[in-house]
């Protein structure tokens, strides 16, 4: 009996289609410019089908327009249902601003979807002139973004002021001098529209300008040129001192390798002198020690002589003479007699 009721509602569902999963409602989605957006709308039975549906747009009041009637949507609208019969949702593509409003999809029931659409909105949108340094031989951006970074606008221009009139340089390089070198900093993120100029030249200099339906951002860049088309030396320096602390030894100028050596001979002539005032200090206390030996050994033998001189022998001899027998012979040294006396000098 159980079974019996459920294939009876079965083939009432059947015999009525496709009911909508979200019958009476309304739905909000957002989406980009330049993007692509799906509107949902399915059977909320997997197994049944819709004989017939319909999508239909209004927009500003005009009234419900067929979106697939309407020649606005040719090449940019795409069904579900072909592959999935239950599933009648609606893929448009390459969203614009003309695209927001009210969209219906309807059966025998209906579904309702107010889709928003949003544009570029400019963050640097001012009418402020904006300056940018470049250097010469380098690259240079030039910012402009929309405040939606997903955002791609419908239209994207640069131009540049050149022979009193501004001429387009992106996407359309309409100067020469600007082909093969001017592109979008990033591809990938469609908000992004900052120009990116390489190898710049001191021609590049002036006012550019980003375009954005009526918004604009403007530029002035000014290229600097240096020697050998570098930056200048004192953002070198800075750059050297800040990040590669152990390269900051480089070769001094012409003008100050002079001062180097001099402070080199100065050098060398004081450690020559300071050998030389030690060996003349050497030599003189060697010398004196010699002078002292000598003097000592002369005094020495000064005070010897003098010793010697003191004391000199004289003989005295005595004579016995009437004593003494004529032959017989007597040897005088057995009758001397040494008596000392002093010498004065």
Known sequence: MRDHLYLFFFMIQFSTGCILSNEYQIIEITGYTGGSVVLP?????????????????????RGWISVFEDEEYSGRRVLFNERSPQNLSLLISDLRQEDQGYYKCETK????????????????????????????????????????????????RWMYYVEKV?????????????????????????????????????????????????????????????????????????????????????????????????QYVFILLGVILSVLLLALIYWRCRGGRNVKTVTKDEEELNREQDNQDDVTYSSVVHVKTAATPVHIESDPAEHTEYAPFKLKR
């Open 41 to 61: 709308c399915s059977c909320a039975h997997p197994q049944s089908t819709a004989n017939t549906f319909t999508w239909q747009f209004d927009g500003g009041g």
């Open 109 to 156: 029931q209906y579904t309702f979807i107010h889709l928003t659409v949003k544009g570029c909105d400019l963050v640097q949108n001012t009418k402020k002139l904006n300056e940018v340094t470049g250097y010469a031989g380098e690259s240079v951006v030039l910012p402009c973004s929309c405040s939606e970074l997903l955002t791609k606008p419908e239209q994207i």
């Open 166 to 262: 501004y001429k387009e340089i992106y996407p359309n390089e309409k100067i020469e001098r600007h082909k093969n070198r001017v592109k979008l900093l990033n591809q990938t993120s469609p908000g992004n529209l900052s120009l990116h100029i390489s190898a710049l030249t001191a021609e590049d200099e002036g006012d550019y300008y980003c375009s954005v339906s009526s918004q604009t951002v403007s530029y002035r860049l000014r290229v600097e040129v240096t020697l050998g088309t570098e930056k200048p030396h004192i953002h070198t320096s800075i750059s050297l001192s800040t990040h590669q602390p152990s390269h900051q030894t480089q070769e001094l100028p012409p003008h100050q390798q002079p001062h180097d050596t001099s």
